[in-house]
């Protein structure tokens, strides 16, 4: 009998070492992420039912224009006459949140009303917005699935593939598509373009949570204007240039612009350039690639040196929306809603503030501006794999939270419960602090109505927001890769874009030298950008076949 | 340190005119002052170390009370406010999410630290008695825990799994033993003279009698430091909140006041309908009031640990 040698230290590396290796390999397999052709297939889109339960002057439009309203309906028709529409086990809800966290359920007099209006406990497990990409493919990886989450775009959030959408969530494409979305007559109110992205894998495999197509405006302190005695409507980049100089003050410390790269996508529409991607007969060029992105980064650089941007412009960052709202900065390019907020947040301390809108002029006589597109979502609501009556009980109370404006469900969703969370002022709903915080619970983040315009507080902007979404919609310029997947565009983009970013904000900064963009392109196109497009070429194919 | 300095003998027929010690404001006895100007540049940069350290403090303490004109007025940040308003805390205490959140972390802080106290110093006491059983093995392992952390997910399966997804022991378990901590102490555990243990033994003390009342005692100091460690790690620490914790209610303080600071909530980033909103108290006074609020517990802590610092931070320096 022979002696068998003790484990030595090589032969342990060398056994952990295989163990390892195979372990791994068991773990990735030969797992191949869905041709995009497959993934981006098409399916019947649910049919477009609009509501047409409140009045208005100010109706929505088929080219996307949001409804106004400058009161509120002062009998607000019930959503649901014959009661809760939703009754059954309860309903748990991941998803995220910009505000502060709201008081828990039992604190909530708002969110009880709501849990009772549904028919059932709604559970959200909120997270912070910033901290939600990693919650949400840690949650998918620990196999324990809430009932519904939401699922931010591919481009932020690279979990979110199809294959994955494929073996864990429901396809609600026989409850959803063309006219059976009648059983759910809320969600049918919501615009086609919000259905578009939640197409995946040749089926309806999302919620919509919509938003405005029209963009957001480049937002003007009318009133620091009017003092100057200047006219903020100017026709061409040259008249703007004027309009910056002449609305600068530094000594009184008032600059005309702040962000640097709003200000790039700003200059970019006035070029007529694409909306990230251009499509041109099934042929797909990103905005970084074309020459309109290197005027752009020169004309923020001369901006920067006529002295028109904020001497912090580019050491600071999220502090534009308060330069806006204390005037240090007087034009600001944001989203359609944060109209609102800056009354909402700034008018109290900002006298006479007095806010209105301009559309990214033309270039010259011969360029063209152009508005881009928004998203037609924030983003989507999945619906994990369940029995069929279950899915209907989660669509129903997601029906509900989808009651639009004038409604009851409405009134309570946005604004809470007369008494404690808001008085009246007429007919219109106003606030109290406790109804403020109540009111943080991220229904909007499950699904929501089609975006109005509406603010109680001071219903005479509503018409001007309002002109500002007609005019917009005029001059669109959609991203044709918005309602797409590309495997490569969610893995590689936040990486390449972090050192794009870093680059193009030190050329317009004058930091780096305007020839170092066409290398960093010259790497994305080889690395990743190249494969993008030509998934995203494939996946356009298949979505218009 | 103040050094008195020698004193002139009088001379004989002469009155004294001084007989009282002067005073050196050298640092070093024997060494001189330093002419007026330098010690006034000396001076001055400490004061400007001082400001650097003090001036944030202020303006976020007086941010968090100034009034909401003034803050806009200043672009952001008050040295100095005018008329005092505790509107900020009044919101963030109102609501009962940031006193809910304060009473989480100080609770998870206080058990977390005693359970961690209590296993890191047995673990240390076991691996620095070289005979003890399996020490090398479990000394091994714990040096290896050091090599390779575990991921985010199999620490998120392994918190599934024992079922503590929404329970407050996720917040303690998953971190209780902290390796760098417990090889510390075993270092300070190991030299210790080792006669005092014989001589207990000889007494007949068992292990359990000679680590609390001889070894324990002994190291108040750097269990001390080490207490400080692991409550300040438990403070602090807010992404495991984020991971395991999907009930709001059960924040800790630190994930709430993520939800404030760093995601500058109080605004919409434009993706939220603030239509609704009613006036909030402005986002950096909020912010400044959730800080103080936040340092608070660890300012009231740090002066009854401070006089074992300056012993125990040397443990790891010089020892190990």
Redesign the interface.
């Known amino acids: 009998m022979t002696m068998q040698p003790p484990l030595n230290r090589r032969g342990f590396l060398a056994t952990a070492a295989g163990v390892g290796a195979g372990l791994a390999l068991t773990g990735c397999g030969d797992f191949k992420p869905r041709p995009a052709a497959l993934a981006n297939a098409n399916a019947q889109l649910p049919t477009y039912i609009q509501y047409k339960g409140v009045a208005t002057s100010m109706p929505a439009t088929q080219d996307g224009v949001s409804a106004g309203h400058q009161h509120f309906p002062a009998d607000p028709p019930k959503a649901f006459p014959d009661g809760p529409p939703a009754k059954g086990p309860d309903i748990n809800i991941m998803n995220l949140i910009f505000n502060p966290v709201p008081p828990p359920v039992e604190k909530n007099v708002m969110w009880q009303a709501l849990n009772k209006y549904i028919g059932c406990d709604i559970n959200f497990a909120i997270t912070p917005v910033n901290d939600y990409p990693q919650k949400f493919a840690v949650t998918l990886a620990g196999g324990d699935l809430p009932d519904a989450m939401l699922m931010l775009p591919p481009d932020q959030n690279s979990a979110a593939t199809p294959d994955m959408l494929h073996a864990l969530f429901e396809d609600l494409t026989p409850h959803l598509s063309g006219d059976n979305i009648r059983d759910y007559p809320f969600l049918a109110n919501i615009p086609t373009d919000s259905w578009r992205p939640c197409v995946r894998n040749g089926g309806i495999y999302a919620l919509p949570m919509p938003r405005p197509v029209s963009g957001g405006p480049l937002y003007t302190r009318l009133d620091l204007f009017k003092k100057k005695d200047l006219d903020p409507n100017p026709k061409t980049w040259r008249e703007f240039v004027q309009l910056c100089k002449d609305i600068t003050d530094p000594k009184a410390h008032q600059y005309a612009l702040g962000d640097p790269v709003t200000t790039w996508n700003l200059v970019m529409q006035m070029l007529g350039a694409p909306n990230w991607w251009r499509e041109e007969g099934g042929r797909f060029t990103h905005h970084f690639e074309m020459e309109e992105c290197k005027q752009a980064m020169d004309a923020v650089n001369q901006l920067k040196k006529a002295g028109v941007m904020h001497p912090d412009a580019f050491a600071v960052k999220g502090k534009f929306k308060e330069w806006f709202g204390n005037g240090q900065i007087v034009m600001h390019p944001d989203a359609p809603v944060a109209w609102n907020d800056f009354y909402t947040l700034y008018g109290p301390v900002s006298k006479g503030m007095d806010i209105g809108y301009m559309l990214p002029p033309d270039w010259d006589e011969s360029t063209r501006g152009g508005q881009w597109q928004g998203r037609a979502n924030y983003a989507t609501l999945i619906i994990k794999k369940a029995p069929k009556a279950r899915i209907k009980q989660i669509l129903r109370a997601m029906n509900a939270l989808a009651a639009p404006f004038g409604t009851d469900g409405y009134l309570l969703r946005k604004y809470g419960v007369q008494g404690p969370d808001h008085t009246l002022k007429g007919p219109d709903p106003i606030p109290t602090p406790q109804g403020t915080s109540e009111t943080y619970l991220p229904t909007i983040f499950a699904t929501d109505s089609p975006f109005t315009l509406y603010y109680p507080q001071k219903p005479e902007i509503v018409p001007d927001q309002y002109a500002f979404q007609k005019e917009a919609v005029k001059k669109l310029i959609p991203n044709p890769a918005e309602a797409l997947y590309s495997a490569t565009d969610a893995k590689m983009t936040k990486l390449f874009f972090a050192t794009l970013d870093s680059l193009r904000m030190g050329i317009m900064q004058g930091r780096d030298s305007p020839g170092e963009w066409d290398g960093a392109i010259k790497n994305w196109r080889q690395k990743a950008g190249d494969k993008m497009r030509a998934e995203y070429e494939q996946a356009w194919e298949a979505r218009s076949s | 340190m103040t050094t008195m300095s020698p004193t002139r003998p009088s001379r004989p027929g002469r009155p004294t005119r001084d007989t009282k010690p002067r005073r050196s404001y050298s640092a070093v006895p024997g060494e001189s002052p330093g002419s007026p100007p330098w010690r006034a540049l000396k001076s001055l940069l400490l004061l400007v170390c001082v400001l650097l350290v003090v001036v944030p403090f202020l303006a976020i303490i007086s941010t968090s009370i100034a009034d909401?004109?003034q803050?806009?007025?200043a672009?952001?940040f008050v040295l100095w406010p005018d008329s005092p308003t505790f509107d900020s805390y009044t919101?963030l205490l109102?609501?009962?999410?940031v006193s809910?959140a304060m009473m989480v972390s100080v609770g998870v802080t206080v058990v977390g630290t005693a359970l961690s106290l209590v296993t890191s110093v047995m673990l240390a006491y076991g691996l620095s008695r070289p005979g003890s059983f399996g020490h090398k093995p479990v000394l091994m392992l714990l040096l290896m825990s050091l090599l390779f952390v575990p991921g985010?997910?199999p620490t998120?399966?392994m918190v599934?799994q024992l079922g503590l997804?929404n329970s407050y022991w996720s917040l303690i378990l998953p971190t209780m033993i902290n390796a760098f901590n417990v090889i510390v102490l075993r270092s300070f555990f190991m030299n210790l003279p080792r006669e005092l243990i014989d001589a207990a033994r000889i007494d007949g003390a068992s292990e359990w009698a000679i680590l609390t009342k001889i070894v324990i005692p002994l190291s108040k100091a750097s269990i001390g430091v080490i207490g400080l460690f692991y409550a300040v790690t438990y403070w602090n620490a807010f992404f495991n909140a984020?991971?395991f914790m999907?009930?709001?209610?059960k924040?800790p303080m630190q994930?709430?006041l993520?939800?404030?600071v760093?995601?500058?909530?109080?605004?919409?980033?434009?993706?939220?309908?603030?239509?609704?909103?009613?006036?909030?108290p402005?986002?950096?006074s909020?912010q400044a009031a959730i800080l103080v609020l936040s340092i608070v517990p660890i300012v009231l802590v740090y002066p009854f640990v401070q006089r074992h610092m300056n012993k125990g931070v040397m443990i790891g320096a010089v020892k190990g």
Do not use: F, H
């Open positions: 909401p004109t803050i806009t007025k672009g952001g919101a109102s609501g009962g999410l809910q985010v997910i998120y399966l599934k997804i984020l991971l999907n009930d709001a209610s924040w994930l709430v993520r939800t404030y760093v995601n500058n909530s109080t605004l919409s980033g434009g993706q939220i309908d603030v239509a609704a909103g009613a006036p909030v402005p986002a950096q909020l």
